[in-house]
C-alpha cells in the first residue's frame, strides 16, 4: 500500500428508502438499506464489502460516490491536494471536481455501454465532460486507456455489440480510468463473467492497481474472489455491517457466526474434502421491519436473550478488527493467545477427554473453587468444556494466578474434532490418565460472553 492514511472515511452511513402508499403517497414507513455502517479504506489498498444479495453493499458504494443522496452520516475523502471534503453534505457545484478521483466500474457489462456509441465516444466521455474539448487529445487519450486494459487501438471505431462480455468490462475499466481517478469503485465487477475471463480480469484490476496505485472499493459475493484480491474485507448483513478484518484474519478465524456461515458455504476444489457446513436457519430480515436488538439474532445459533432486546454496538476486538456482536469475545480486558489444554465431562458421564485447540482467551484470573463439579489439569491457560453438540461451554477460561473475577460463561464453537498429531504417551502422566487413549483435537472457531 502507498500509504497508511485512509483515502476514505465512512462514519455512521444511513440510507433509508421511504415506503409510500394510497393516492396522497402517504409516508408508511421507511427501507433501511443502509443502517449505521463505519469502514475506512487506506491508499493503494482493496477493501471487500461481501454479503448477501439485498444486504446493502452496492447501496453502500453508491452513496459513497454520491449517487445516492445519505440519509445521514459522514463520508470524508482526502482529495489529491490533501482537503478533507465530506461528501454527504458538500454542495453538488463541489462535486464535480471530485468525480475525477473517485470512478465507478458497474457490475453488467452489457447494460452499463451505450449500444449506440462507439468505443471512442464511451470512453472520452468522461474527458468531454470534465473540458478535455481537444478532439485530437481525446482520441490519444482513447487509444492509450485501451492498451492499457488490454485491447487494440483500432476497436475505438467499434460498437459495444462486436464484443464479449470480458472484453466489454475492460472497455468500463477503461472508461473508469479516463481521468485518472485515485478512488475506485468496483461494484460486482466480475459476477456476470465465465470464471476464466474472472481471472483475467481480476489480474488486470491488480496490475492496473500496482502500476497507477489505484484504491479500490470492491463490492462482490463471492468469496473466492474477495479472497485473492482484497487486503481487508467488510462482511454486511441487512444493512449493517457485521465484521471487518485483514482478508487472511477474517478467512482464519471469522469472529461473528454470519461471517463463519458464508466462509462454510465456499466450494471445495478438493472431491474428497469435507467440510462442515453452517446451515442458518430462517429468512433474511426484512429492512422495511427489522427484528429488535441484533437483526442477526432469529438465525444465530448462538443467540441469548439478550440478543433480542439489545443492539450490538460497532466494536474494535483488536488493531484492526471490528464486529458488531452482543456475544463476541470481549477484548477490552487483557487478552491471551495460547494453545489451550481441556479436560471436559458432563455430569454423571464417565471417560472424560483432553482436548486441545488455539484459541483467544481473556486472562481471567480463577480458583479450584470456581470449576466445583469440573474436572480441569493444572497450570494457566485450563479451560473446563461440557459437551454438546456442536457447541461446548467454557466455564472458568483461564486459571491465572488465584485471584478471583466475577463469573462469566463462554461458548465455545466448535467446528471439528479428530485426531491429534503425535502420540498419546507423549503426553504429561497426569494428563495422561485423564485422556484415557481417547485424545481428540477441537478446532474452535469461534469464542463469545454468554454472561457478564
Known amino acids: 500500500m502507498a500509504e497508511n492514511s485512509p483515502i476514505l472515511d465512512v462514519r455512521g452511513l444511513k440510507k433509508f428508502f421511504p415506503i409510500r402508499r394510497g393516492f396522497l403517497r402517504t409516508l408508511i414507513g421507511h427501507i433501511r438499506a443502509v443502517d449505521d455502517v463505519s469502514f475506512d479504506v487506506r491508499s493503494g489498498e482493496t477493501l471487500a464489502l461481501v454479503g448477501e444479495s439485498g444486504c446493502g453493499k452496492t447501496t453502500t458504494a453508491r452513496c459513497v460516490l454520491r449517487a445516492y443522496e445519505p440519509t445521514a452520516g459522514q463520508i470524508l475523502f482526502r482529495s489529491e491536494k490533501g482537503q478533507v471534503v465530506d461528501l454527504a453534505t458538500v454542495p453538488r457545484s463541489r462535486l464535480r471536481p471530485l468525480r475525477s478521483e473517485m470512478q465507478m466500474i458497474f457490475q453488467d457489462p452489457y447494460a452499463s455501454l451505450n449500444p449506440r456509441m462507439t468505443l471512442l465516444d464511451i470512453v472520452s466521455e468522461p474527458l468531454e465532460v470534465h473540458g478535455v474539448t481537444n478532439r485530437r487529445q481525446r482520441v490519444e487519450r482513447v487509444a492509450e486507456l485501451l492498451r492499457l486494459v488490454g485491447l487494440r487501438p483500432e476497436y475505438m471505431r467499434c460498437y459495444p455489440h462486436a464484443f464479449s462480455g470480458g472484453q466489454r468490462q475492460r472497455i468500463g475499466i477503461a472508461r473508469a ?32 492497481q500496482e502500476r497507477l496505485g489505484l484504491t479500490y472499493l470492491f463490492v462482490a459475493h463471492d468469496l473466492s474472489v474477495v479472497k485473492r484480491i482484497s487486503d481487508r474485507v467488510a462482511v454486511m448483513y441487512v444493512g449493517q455491517m457485521v465484521e471487518l478484518a485483514e482478508t487472511r484474519k477474517l478467512f482464519a478465524q471469522p469472529r461473528h457466526p454470519y461471517t463463519s456461515a458464508l466462509l462454510s458455504a465456499i466450494p471445495e476444489p478438493t472431491p474428497r474434502a469435507t467440510r462442515r457446513r453452517t446451515i442458518l436457519q430462517g429468512e433474511v430480515a426484512n429492512p422495511a421491519a427489522p427484528p429488535s436488538g441484533c437483526y442477526f439474532h432469529p438465525r444465530c445459533p448462538y443467540a441469548v436473550e439478550v440478543c433480542k432486546t439489545t443492539p450490538p454496538a460497532w466494536e474494535q476486538l483488536e488493531p484492526g478488527r471490528f464486529v458488531r456482536y452482543l456475544a463476541a469475545f470481549d477484548r477490552r480486558r487483557v487478552g491471551l493467545d495460547a494453545h489451550v489444554i481441556a479436560a471436559y465431562a458432563q455430569p454423571n458421564r464417565l471417560a472424560p477427554r483432553l482436548s486441545r485447540a488455539h484459541v483467544e482467551l481473556p486472562a481471567v484470573p480463577r480458583t479450584r473453587q470456581d470449576l466445583a463439579g469440573w474436572r480441569i489439569l493444572e497450570g494457566a491457560g485450563c479451560i473446563g468444556l461440557q459437551h454438546a453438540p456442536q457447541l461446548a461451554f467454557a466455564q472458568c477460561p483461564a486459571l491465572v494466578g488465584t485471584a478471583v473475577a466475577q463469573r462469566e460463561v463462554f461458548a465455545v464453537h466448535v467446528e471439528h474434532a479428530d485426531r491429534p498429531p503425535g502420540n498419546v504417551d507423549d503426553l504429561a502422566p497426569a494428563r495422561r490418565n485423564l485422556v484415557g487413549g481417547r485424545d481428540h483435537v477441537l478446532h474452535v472457531t469461534s469464542v463469545r460472553c454468554l454472561s457478564s
Open 177 to 208: 480510468l479516463a481521468l485518472e481517478p485515485r478512488l475506485v469503485v468496483a461494484d460486482e465487477a466480475v459476477s456476470a463473467l465465465d470464471v476464466s475471463v474472472q481471472a483475467q480480469i481480476l489480474n488486470l484490476l491488480l496490475e492496473l
